[in-house]
T-cell receptor
Framework: AQKITQTQPGMFVQEKEAVTLDCTYDTSDQSYGLFWYKQPSSGEMIFLIYQGSYDEQNATEGRYSLNFQKARKSANLVISASQLGDSAMYFCAMSYYGNNRLAFGKGNQVVVIP | DAGVTQSPTHLIKTRGQQVTLRCSPISGHKSVSWYQQVLGQGPQFIFQYYEKEERGRGNFPDRFSARQFPNYSSELNVNALLLGDSALYLC?????????????FGQGTRLTVV
């Protein structure tokens, strides 16, 4: 079974600093995708970044980058230059069974303070 | 273009009742997936539909059912509601169901069972 692990407790981050959110996964599939989503208090899941299992370079999307270490089954999200609007829950997810159904971790709470 | 729209946004039901949740995908998207997010947890996959056919089902009881219509909108039905069904129900749409295809989420329907 696919499993996503996010174990960090809630985090307080100073505005303009970088923050790293940890994610490890477990799968026997060779082809899979790794996603990070942001969920503000409004509830909507907002896509941030995607990394394919065969991608050799780490994905980047603006202030978001994904540190992908395939051998360690790790896909950490780095948010650079944190902004107050980054305060939210962050979920790591993996697509599996050869399609884009997602298995999610439990999430990381991030609070950005001025 | 409108994003994924879900209705209703909030709902209160009594144990034993039945509920129908609705989802309209982004125009051009042919896949709809449903997720249940219990408070404090990540979303759990319930169903996936593509081109009106069921493509996957998560580990949920038969009280949960869904369908996709010719216009690609979808309904999720839950019968004989239990207190434990209280959750945020998220709908996600995507162009197709490939592993690397991004899923766009709606704002969710918050169901409370009393």
């Amino acid at each position: 079974a696919q499993k996503i692990t996010q174990t960090q407790p809630g985090m307080f981050v100073q505005e303009k600093e970088a923050v790293t959110l940890d994610c490890t996964y477990d799968t026997s599939d060779q082809s899979y995708g790794l996603f990070w989503y942001k969920q503000p208090s409004s509830g909507e899941m907002i896509f941030l970044i995607y990394q394919g299992s065969y991608d050799e370079q780490n994905a980047t999307e603006g202030r978001y980058s994904l540190n992908f270490q395939k051998a360690r089954k790790s896909a950490n999200l780095v948010i650079s230059a944190s902004q107050l609007g980054d305060s939210a829950m962050y979920f790591c997810a993996m697509s599996y069974y050869g399609n884009n159904r997602l298995a999610f971790g439990k999430g990381n709470q991030v609070v950005v303070i001025p | 273009d409108a994003g994924v729209t879900q209705s209703p946004t909030h709902l209160i039901k009594t144990r034993g009742q039945q509920v129908t949740l609705r989802c309209s995908p982004i125009s051009g998207h042919k896949s709809v997936s449903w997720y249940q997010q219990v408070l404090g947890q990540g979303p759990q996959f319930i169903f996936q539909y593509y081109e009106k056919e069921e493509r996957g089902r998560g580990n949920f009881p038969d009280r949960f059912s869904a369908r996709q219509f010719p216009n690609y909108s979808s309904e999720l039905n839950v019968n004989a509601l239990l207190l434990g069904d209280s959750a945020l129900y998220l709908c996600a749409s995507s162009l197709d169901v490939s592993t690397n295809t991004e899923a766009f989420f709606g704002q969710g329907t918050r169901l409370t069972v009393v």
